[in-house]
């Protein structure tokens, strides 16, 4: 498999200029990450009672929105904070349609919570899609100093070498992640809980990193081999391309869709698993 950078020369044009904009707004994001944990004093507040922003969030955002705005102006964004669905933007029309318009979806911090308690398990997530679908993703994980990105059709690649999902074939060889949901209600809380028992009883052992972009990351270069939750697209848009080029495999634990968003960039019931244990995962968590 090739590297990165002997995969450039031979991406079409609009895939190789997305490329360099996705590499350089998470680069940009990723200083500010940087500078706002050496720096302190950021200010946080919450969404809901258990979801957090920051102002480093804002201010990430920011910055990859200018680049984006300024090297892509007809291209659209569906980004965490500023712009969570696209159904109410004035210049796309039904919001049904306007996600088969050129697409980008981000996650200016994924893993908040991480960030703010000064953890490493912190990334920016950038996607940019076609049709509705990943095409290219870029995770950026400053505090690791890894670099995660796949090219639909290409390859998926850490800090430029190629990677590849687990060969696992067995359940039980399985080290599973998992996120917990925002919403604590005690009947959501039940069926998470439930899910997590048939894991911890059926698998080798179960991990909780507070990143879904990481996770999924994880599952591509083969040191997790399987992870779902029920999610939002710009915590899985751009993970998804880099594990599914790494040979992992994509499906649902439940069949409840969002009404907000498309199939193909819904994240409810989200899972992402190594091929060989795939269907077995599958059965297990939805039985
Ligand atoms: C978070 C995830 C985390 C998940 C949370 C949340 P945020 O994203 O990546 O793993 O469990 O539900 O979605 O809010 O830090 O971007």
């Given amino acids: 498999m090739m590297t990165l950078n002997s995969q450039r020369t031979g991406l079409p044009t609009q895939i190789a200029q997305r490329l360099d904009t996705a590499e350089t707004a998470a680069a940009t994001a990723a200083k500010i990450l940087i500078a706002g944990r050496i720096k302190g004093g950021f200010s946080t507040s919450f969404k809901s009672p258990y979801d957090l922003v920051t102002s480093i969030d804002l201010a990430s955002e920011r910055a990859i929105l200018e680049i984006l705005k300024r090297e892509c102006p007809d291209d659209l964004i569906l980004s965490e904070e500023a712009s969570p669905t696209l159904g109410n933007r004035d210049q796309s029309g039904k919001s049904g349609a306007a996600y088969t318009a050129p697409l980008w979806v981000i996650d200016p911090i994924d893993g908040t919570m991480n960030y703010a308690h000064g953890l490493r398990e912190t990334a920016i997530s950038i996607a940019y899609c076609e049709q509705g679908i990943p095409v290219l993703g870029i995770v950026e994980c400053p505090f690791v100093q890894e670099t995660f990105i796949g090219i639909r059709g290409y390859g998926a690649w850490l800090n430029g070498e190629p990677i590849r999902a687990s060969v696992t074939t067995d359940i039980s060889h399985a080290l599973v992640a998992t996120g917990f949901p925002s919403q604590r209600d005690p009947q959501t809380l039940d069926k998470t809980l439930a899910r997590v028992r048939k894991v911890l009883t059926s698998c ?27 999610i939002f697209p710009w915590d899985i848009a751009a993970g998804t391309v880099i594990a599914e080029e790494a040979g992992a495999i994509r499906g649902r634990f439940h069949d409840r869709l969002s009404d907000d968003y498309p199939a193909t960039l819904d994240a409810t019931g989200y899972m992402i698993s190594a091929p060989g244990i795939f269907t077995a995962l599958t059965e297990l968590i939805k039985k």
């Fill in 204 to 230: 080798r052992d179960i991990r909780r990193a507070g990143a879904a972009s990481i996770d999924i990351c994880q599952v591509a270069c083969g040191r997790l081999t399987a992870f779902f939750e029920d």
